[in-house]
Nanobody
Framework: VQLQASGGGLVQPGGSLRLSCVDS????????VGWFRQAPGKEREFVAT????????DYAEAVKDRFTMSRDNAKNTVYLQMDKLKPEDTAVYYC?????????????????WGQGTLVTVSS
């Protein structure tokens, strides 16, 4: 496994979680990285992305101003800080490494995917 996502769990609405994605084979040091999610019965959707340097991020409208993506290339790790969580954020969250240095919302540019971590937002 190249990308290992972790940090998911059960949280109450309004709570926070921080997801991590570790790159064990150094595949994304110079590459953009994305977070995607898939809720039961729904298609995988874009959540957030960051460029190789960490200087540029982009977010889906549904998570803007609540989620923050960052990266630490020295640790080969990217993070997704999720605040003010809502029940509709419940999904399996996947990290992925792009073929390019920039980030993207398009799944087609991602070549490596992690196994996913489950986030459940419920009271």
């Amino acid at each position: 496994v190249q990308l290992q996502a972790s940090g998911g769990g059960l949280v109450q609405p309004g709570g926070s979680l921080r997801l991590s994605c570790v790159d064990s084979k150094r595949t994304f040091t110079n590459n953009g990285v994305g977070w995607f999610r898939q809720a039961p019965g729904k298609e995988r959707e874009f959540v957030a992305t960051i460029n190789w340097r960490g200087s540029n991020t982009d977010y889906a409208e549904a998570v803007k101003d609540r989620f923050t993506m960052s990266r630490d290339n020295a640790k080969n790790t990217v993070y997704l800080q999720m605040d003010k969580l809502k029940p509709e954020d419940t999904a399996v969250y996947y990290c992925a490494s792009s073929r390019y240095a920039s980030g993207s919302s398009q799944t087609s540019v991602y070549q490596y995917w992690g196994q996913g971590t489950l986030v459940t937002v419920s009271s």
